[in-house]
């Protein structure tokens, strides 16, 4: 059978997370039942991230395998059509056919996730949904020299949550930069893996030394307490977007990155 790489972009305020729920709308099942009206198959997709309830993505990654070797663009327009006809709000980039040994999660070097914050006077109109809306001033400065302090390989336990399932609460960080772009503070985070909840673990933690509540330092204490309870506020899944996915570079195996416009 021959496999397929899909790449999606999504609005994930209208679904409770990619992963499949018993009661509620998930990503997952919106593309299964779009590829399944395409061409009659009942198929199960696995993807690079399971991004939790009301997380969006600009270059979410996912594979297939169908029973026939349609062309990509063949797949794309069908399921998409049936995306549309049921009013997701998903859409399929691309897709292709891949080696057999391609997976979407586990092939994956590396993922990127982008976080925007809008840090304005004036609540969110045009951007609901999108932004974390924070009315006070915010210092993007401070909060990118305190970001260095979660760079590097440590027990992110503090920045998990409590019903995290990996095995293990260390990861490597290889980038956390904060930048003021006009109203939006923008947090780009990048790593082979991260933890459930970690980006928006760190982001509400570094909201508070951007507010002057915590400095560096108050950060550093929360890292090493590896205590859940010693975390800032989580930042709510609206501002939060899988942006990227990394792997090895070989035919229909390329990284793919869709940053969004502010």
């Known amino acids: 059978m021959p496999r397929f790489r899909l790449d999606i972009e999504y609005d994930g305020s209208q679904f409770a ?32 991230g399971r991004t939790d309830a009301g997380v969006h993505a600009t270059a979410q990654v996912a594979h297939v395998d169908l029973a026939k070797a349609w062309s990509g663009d063949k797949v794309r327009d069908a399921v998409n059509a049936h995306l549309q006809a049921a009013g997701a709000r998903v859409a399929i980039l691309k897709a292709m056919i891949v080696a057999d040994d391609f997976d979407a999660r586990f092939s994956a070097t590396g993922r990127h996730y982008l976080y925007r914050i809008l840090n304005r006077r004036g609540p969110a109109a045009l951007e609901k949904g999108k932004v974390w809306w924070v009315p006070k001033r915010l ?11 979660l760079l590097g390989k440590h027990d992110f336990t503090t920045f998990r949550s409590t019903q995290c399932q990996a095995e293990s609460p260390v990861r490597t960080l290889d980038r956390l930069e ?19 909840n970690q980006v928006r673990s760190m982001v509400g933690s570094l909201r508070r030394v951007g507010d002057g509540s915590w400095d560096a330092a108050d950060l550093k204490a929360a890292l090493e307490a590896r ?5 800032g506020q989580v930042a709510p899944p609206d501002g ?9 570079e070989a035919p229909g195996k390329s990284a793919m990155t869709r940053d969004i416009d502010t």
């Open 227 to 231: 205590d859940r309870a010693a975390c």
């Open 139 to 149: 210092d993007a400065e401070a909060m990118h020299e305190a970001a260095k302090i």
């Open 17 to 48: 997370g990619w992963q499949h729920q018993a009661d509620q709308p998930s990503v997952q099942q919106a593309i299964e039942q779009a590829i399944g009206k395409f061409c009659g198959e009942d198929v199960r997709i696995r993807a690079a």
């Open 240 to 248: 939060l977007f899988l942006v990227g996915v990394d792997y090895p």
């Open 178 to 196: 904060v930048g003021r772009n006009g109203d939006f503070i923008e947090v780009r985070s990048s790593a082979r893996s991260f933890l459930h």
